[in-house]
């Protein structure tokens, strides 16, 4: 494999982490936008979970008003640019662009959202400004799309705002666990940037939320409370050797990743263990960070991935190779990992059995378990009243976000259980307006 | 292999694509390179009193990433001496004895018709084409269109011309006049050989947003200017079609306006012009487009057996009939073919509001449905379809019945008063004014509006709506 040599310095960092969805030239953005048929009732419209005017904000840009486009994107969505970016686009609104239909180039929605909005952001021009102060204050938990987007959309709505964030930067994990080729951290943060700009809420950094009194003292000075605290750490595997050195969560790594940069070493042969995005990421990943052999290895079939068939198709593209229908069973190693002893398994009747004897050491220096996160149920058993589901999930009002606590509001992977930015930035203007409902008395 | 040669007027072209004047025949060297690169033959570049011109003379008009799709100019006639441009024409002349050389003119008093008329000629030009279509600047000065406008003038000066004019004499047409046959009869009363049509039309192509003028811009102002380009196509074909079907022209047309590939020029011959003209392309595109228009050609001719272009010239005109020749019971509706369709329903809104509301949508699928008994039969629908033969006209009469308006009216079976019962909108179908309000509103509001749940709650109270 290497086809990726190890980087040194952010130049090389950069060169390997290539944005698969560059910015758009002014040129480019008029060609691409000239073949929007602005179709009625448009099928984008619908695929996208923010529902942003599709066809109206690619005419703006036809037409040269560019801010009037990335007013349209911000109305529907406050991560519009980050959206443009990493949303996948090719199950969402560009999966539904009619061209598809025509065996045609679907629209590039995303390219072209991403240069409306990154114009504005550059201009620093003034969309949106704070609506007049209604007087009443919401605490926000959580610096990431959720908390962000509601803390934007409250602050229209008159709100004072107070975000607690128990990271050093906001967008969470759009800034610590998107793939770095997807967006830069620069971009990331110029959006967050332009929003406080606009919105002008206080964000309180390294303000983690961790207990009943610092709870208590949130529902003792603000009207309402909105979680958007996203997911945990990534699941144990409970496995033996799990807690050698080299064994790491995948959105631990990727964590390091988007902050350390060439910084972070990966070993030689990395096995990535899971078969859901978040693993093709890590896979892919690795493989960009200049590990010689990447090994996918998942639990049933190929076909069976919960990935997105693109984001398998980026890993394979450099270089990743799958390893399907095998449970690991240790982790094996001498202090530092040394391998994987898997076992294969056969699925019967869409059940994964075991296949008895069949067990084999997969020789490696690293292992990423991309196993899924965990809820953040400890936290949420903190507030009284909030019930969550079977699955570790804030049961909430699907209009209005109110949870089983009436002070307290969710959205983004909280309540959804891991989703899209796209999701939780949908999901968390709808609730600040839930807020708005009940805090107003309508 | 068919044969494209011509001969207009006397004037004989190995092609019939000549370049009109313009700034691709402002030079001996342009014209031969044109010629080298398969031009049949060149009308060089207004020759007269030599002018100045100013500095930013272009505009364009651009639709969606489509560059000039029209073009106009504020240029005025050669600015170079008539000696250089007299001994480029001889050198061009000794080099391409076949090809076709016409000397375009304007001046003013008759001596300098006179003396200008044989300077070209002793040069060795194959032809004349006298300006009378320049819009701007020249006409001011009494030239240009100007004279085209006056029939009695055009004709005073054509006759100047043939006093010593010993070869073919083209008069060019300006389609700034409401009727382009009024000139083209004086070209002919005064004794010309052929017209040549159009010339540019007078034009603003914009308006910079910032600087509050026109473009193009001179040191902050501009001036109205000739449009010419693929946006003209249309205009210059009606105008060649009435002259080709006067019965007091009968002269030789040269079709001129918006001809950039053979297609172009096939549909000006096929209404009359028996050589065609072109600018904008070869500003734009260079000499190179001329391989394009001569392959294109051939091969239209060699598909329909022609084996000269005069086998089409005209042959579409018996065809172009005055509207109330044009026979009412013929009937087509629209016909959507589900297989093609991708459901962008283009058809569905361009119908419900800018036709007859003759398409539905359906549940369930994205391919709307033609209401037949309201379809008129407008082609809206088929035109504005993204994808090819989705949408088509289907003829609906038996075929065997033939009506017109004239012959309605010589019946006396025309509507006559306001309220006649003979209105043909009269038991059409129209929906109530009222059924629109609030219609599909959810499918044309915003897209968040949309996302977040039905219409009224949608309406005021978003923060945007608040802030906005
Ligand atoms: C590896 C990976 C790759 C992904 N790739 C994509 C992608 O390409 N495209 C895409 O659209 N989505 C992607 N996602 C999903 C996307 O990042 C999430 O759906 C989205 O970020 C959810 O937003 P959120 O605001 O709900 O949660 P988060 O983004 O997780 O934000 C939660 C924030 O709350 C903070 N927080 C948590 N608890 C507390 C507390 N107690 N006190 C104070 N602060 C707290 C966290 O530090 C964090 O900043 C990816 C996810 C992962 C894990
Ligand atoms: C820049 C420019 C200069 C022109 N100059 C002349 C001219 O000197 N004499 C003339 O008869 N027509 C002149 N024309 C008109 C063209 O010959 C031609 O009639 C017109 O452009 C329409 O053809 P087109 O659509 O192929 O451009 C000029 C056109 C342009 C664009
Ligand atoms: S579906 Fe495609 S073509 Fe139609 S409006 Fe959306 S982006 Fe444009
Ligand atoms: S032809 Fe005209 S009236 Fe008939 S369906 Fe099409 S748009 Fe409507
Ligand atoms: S315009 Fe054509 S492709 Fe679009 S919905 Fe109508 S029939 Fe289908």
Redesign the pocket.
């Known amino acids: 494999m290497a086809e990726y040599p190890t980087p040194t310095t952010e130049q090389e960092f950069a060169a390997n982490f290539a944005q698969i969805k560059p910015l758009m030239s002014n040129t480019e953005a008029l060609y691409e936008s000239s073949r929007c048929l602005f179709c009625f009732d448009a099928p984008c419209i619908k695929a996208c979970p923010s529902g942003i005017d599709i066809p109206q904000f690619i005419r703006q840009i036809n037409s040269g008003n560019t801010t009037g486009a990335a007013k349209t994107i911000y109305e529907a969505n406050y991560f519009g640019n980050a959206c443009g970016k990493v949303c996948p686009t090719e199950v969402l609104c560009e999966g539904a662009c009619v061209y598809n239909l025509n065996e045609q180039k679907p629209i590039e929605i995303g390219r072209l959202q991403s240069h409306a909005t990154r114009k504005v952001i550059d201009s620093g021009k003034q969309l949106f400004a704070p609506g007049a102060a209604n007087g009443r204050k919401v605490a926000v938990i959580g610096a990431g799309p959720a908390g962000i987007s509601a803390a934007c959309e409250l602050r229209a709505l008159g709100y004072e705002v107070d975000v607690f964030e128990a990271r050093a930067q906001p967008s969470g994990l759009t800034l610590y666990g998107v793939a770095p080729y997807k967006i830069t951290n620069a971009e990331t943060l110029a959006e967050m940037d332009y929003l406080q700009m606009q919105f002008g809420y206080r964000v309180h950094y390294n303000q983690r939320i961790g207990s009943r009194e610092e709870l208590a003292a949130l529902e003792e000075a603000y009207d309402a409370i909105f979680l958007g605290i996203g997911l945990g750490a990534t699941n144990a595997l409970l496995l033996p050797g799990e807690e050698r050195q080299n064994c790491v969560g995948a959105v631990e790594f990727i964590e390091q990743l988007r902050i350390g940069h060439e910084q972070v070493q990966v070993g030689r042969k990395v096995v990535v263990l899971g078969g859901g995005n978040t693993a093709m990421d890590a896979a892919s990943e690795s493989a960009r960070m200049g590990a010689q052999d990447v090994v996918l290895a998942y639990r049933r079939g190929k076909d069976e991935m919960g990935a997105y068939e693109f984001e398998y198709d980026l890993a394979k593209a450099v270089g990743v190779k799958g390893l399907f229908n095998v449970a690991p069973v240790e982790i094996v190693g001498n202090g530092k990992v040394e391998g994987v002893r898997f076992i294969r398994t056969a699925t019967v009747d869409g059940q994964v059995q075991v296949v008895p004897g069949s067990e084999f050491v997969e020789p490696c220096d690293m292992v990423i378990k991309a196993t899924g996160q965990a809820k953040q149920t400890h936290f949420l058993h903190l507030i009284p009243g909030l019930q969550l589901d079977g699955k570790g999930r804030i049961v909430a009002d699907a209009r209005t976000g109110q949870t089983t606590n009436p002070k307290y509001f969710a959205s983004g992977d909280a309540l959804n259980g891991g989703a899209e930015v796209v999701n939780a930035a949908a999901e968390a203007k709808q609730t600040a307006r839930g807020i708005h409902a009940f805090l107003s008395g309508n | 292999m068919p044969d494209l040669s011509i001969n207009f007027a006397g004037i004989k072209s190995p092609n019939p694509f000549w370049l ?4 691709p025949t402002n030079s001996g060297y342009q014209v031969m390179k044109a010629f080298d690169a398969g031009w049949g033959g060149a ?1 060089w ?2 020759l007269g009193v030599p002018v100045v011109n100013v500095s930013s ?2 505009g364009g008009v651009n639709y969606r990433d489509k560059r000039l799709i029209g ?3 504020i ?4 600015d170079r001496p008539l000696a250089d441009n007299l001994r480029e024409i001889e050198e061009v002349k000794k080099r391409f004895p076949n090809h076709a050389v016409i000397a ?1 003119l ?1 001046v003013q008093s008759r001596q300098e018709w006179h003396d200008i008329v044989r300077d070209v000629q002793n040069a060795g030009s194959d032809g004349i ?1 006298l ?1 009378f ?2 819009p701007h600047g020249m006409c001011e000065r009494g030239m240009g269109s100007a004279v085209g406008q006056e029939p009695e003038v055009l004709r005073t000066i054509v006759e100047w011309v043939m006093e010593v004019a010993r070869i073919p004499v083209i008069v ?1 047409l300006t389609p700034n006049i409401s009727d382009i046959t009024e000139p083209a009869r004086a070209a002919r009363a005064g004794g010309a050989d052929a017209i ?1 049509l ?3 039309i007078q034009s603003i192509v914009g308006v910079d947003l910032d600087r509050f003028a026109p473009y193009p811009i001179v040191d902050g102002q501009g001036s109205n200017g ?1 449009y ?3 946006a ?2 249309p205009i ?1 074909l009606n105008m060649v079609k009435n002259c080709a079907q006067d019965p007091d022209v009968r002269l030789p047309i040269s079709g ?5 590939n053979w297609r172009d020029a096939a549909e000006h011959i096929l209404l009359g012009a028996s050589s065609v ?7 734009h595109f260079g000499f190179g487009i001329i391989r394009e228009m001569t392959a294109g050609l051939e091969q239209y001719m060699t598909e329909k057996g022609f084996n000269t272009i005069y086998d089409f010239v005209g042959k579409a005109l018996p065809n172009v009939r005055h509207w109330e020749d044009l026979n009412l019971k013929y009937k087509v509706t629209a016909s959507i073919n589900e297989d093609k369709c991708i459901g962008c329903q283009l058809c569905y809104t361009a119908c419900e509001d800018g036709a007859h509301q003759a398409i539905r949508l359906q549940e369930g699928t994205r391919t709307p449905a033609i209401i037949e008994e309201n379809c008129v039969g407008c082609n809206l629908c088929s035109l504005v379809c993204p994808v090819e033969e989705c949408i088509t006209m289907e003829r609906r009469d038996d075929g065997t019945q033939h009506l017109t308006w004239k012959e309605r009216t010589e019946a006396n079976d025309i509507p006559v008063t306001f309220n006649d019962e003979r209105a043909g909108g009269l038991h059409h179908w129209v929906p109530e004014p009222s059924a629109a309000l609030g219609k599909e509103r959810h499918k044309t509001l915003p897209g968040k509006a949309r996302a977040l749940g039905s219409p009224e709650d949608a309406v005021a109270k978003t923060a945007s709506d608040v802030v906005s």
């Open positions: 009109a004047s313009a700034p009308v570049k207004t003379r272009y073009f106009n100019n240029e005025l006639i050669s375009s304007m084409e300006n279509g320049c060019k040549s159009i010339n540019t000739g010419c380009g693929p003209v196509k210059a001129i306006g918006g001809i950039e003209q072109v600018c904008t392309a070869a500003m």
